[in-house]
């Protein structure tokens, strides 16, 4: 199964479903727009999402970083007066550095990635969405700052007035997720982000008519007329959506043959009783293991 996914959401029903499918029948599309270079090397928080998921690493109280970390550089740094927007432990810190340095050495954001995911003993193929740089911009009433500067340093507080992925355009599909794409019929859009973690992967040059051959499912992150969890709702009101799971449906277009909503849903069920795709119903809260076993089940249904 080909898997679209952000940081979050997604990350938790892959979760479930490498609870039963074997995990070289995974592999993950993952978005990059919110990489940012942070005192030399690049982080790249989805990425990272699911190299620590698949390495048994990942601190899933916060869904980002490695549990049990220690901050020492940090420390030492903001001690030295060196305040990093984003606040890195120091072995996830070592994996920006092994990175950043295969980077500099020639090797493409791809190749770098597999080289780690190599290194932590993954089997299934972590994918950058693009080899190339692409970045959300937010656009508050003080002016244009990086996604990581809203999300992290103003804690997601200030008026969104617009959201652009800076260097979409210039962007190509990479290499390894167009071979992917060739051979997966099945591709599956995570419950994650629709604006900032979905949205760029689609807006790759392309991506749109690919996905019109394949089958697609999609889970709702918008539950009623909020995200389960994160700024969503801002985002998808700042593009002119409705927040709800029909500005979800909406946002995606008409590559969807399925979308899965949450039971609690009811308004989402009713504004998507005409819609143009399947709607399915179950229970997409994922509060614990066996709650994401419990959907990735559902969704692997729906695919057959
Ligand atoms: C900051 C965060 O971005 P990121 O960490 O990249 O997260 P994602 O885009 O992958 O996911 C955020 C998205 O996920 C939805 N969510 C979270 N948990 C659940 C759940 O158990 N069920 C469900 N149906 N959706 C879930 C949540 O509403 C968020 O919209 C970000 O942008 O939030
Ligand atoms: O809220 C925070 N999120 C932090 N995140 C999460 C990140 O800002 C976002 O949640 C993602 O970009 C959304 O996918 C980190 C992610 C990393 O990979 C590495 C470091 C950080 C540091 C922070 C942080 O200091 N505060
Ligand atoms: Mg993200």
Redesign the pocket.
């Known amino acids: 199964m080909l898997i679209f ?8 029903l892959i979760e479930g479903l490498r609870n039963i499918l074997p995990e070289e029948e995974i592999t993950i599309v993952v ?1 990059t727009a ?1 990489d940012m270079w942070v005192s030399g090397n690049l982080v790249t ?2 990425l990272d ?1 699911l190299l620590y998921l698949f390495s048994g690493k990942l601190d899933t109280a916060k ?2 970083g490695i549990k049990n970390d220690t901050f020492m550089t940090s420390d030492a740094l903001r001690s030295l007066g060196h305040d990093e927007i984003m606040r890195l432990g120091d072995q996830d810190r070592a994996t920006n550095i092994m990175r950043s340095d295969l980077l500099r050495a020639g090797y493409s954001l791809t190749k770098a990635t597999k080289k780690l995911a190599g290194a932590l003993g993954i089997r299934s193929a972590i994918l950058p969405m693009s080899d190339d740089p692409v970045k959300t911009m937010i656009t508050t009433s003080s002016g244009k700052v990086h996604f990581q500067e809203f ?1 992290v340093k103003e804690h997601g507080k200030p008026e969104v007035l617009e959201v652009v992925q800076e260097d979409i355009e210039k962007a190509s599909i990479a290499p390894d997720v167009l071979e992917a794409l060739e051979k997966e019929d099945h591709v599956l859009i ?4 629709p604006i ?2 979905i949205g760029p992967i689609l807006a790759l040059q392309g991506m749109k008519e690919l996905l019109k051959k394949k089958k697609v499912v999609a ?5 009623g007329k909020e ?6 709702g801002k985002l998808m009101a700042a593009r002119g959506l409705e927040v709800s799971s029909a500005g979800v449906v909406d946002c995606y277009g008409d590559i969807l043959d399925i979308m899965i909503l ?1 039971e609690r849903d009811e308004y989402g069920i009713s504004a998507l009783k005409n819609a143009a795709c399947k709607i399915l119903i179950t229970d ?3 509060k614990n293991a066996d709650k994401s076993t419990a959907l990735a089940r559902f969704v692997v249904e729906a695919f057959t």
């Open positions: 996914s952000g940081g979050t959401g997604t990350p938790k978005n919110e928080p989805d999402t869904w980002w999300w995570g419950p994650s982000n900032t973690s889970v709702s992150p918008i539950i995200p389960v969890s994160g700024p969503a949450d997409t809260l994922m």
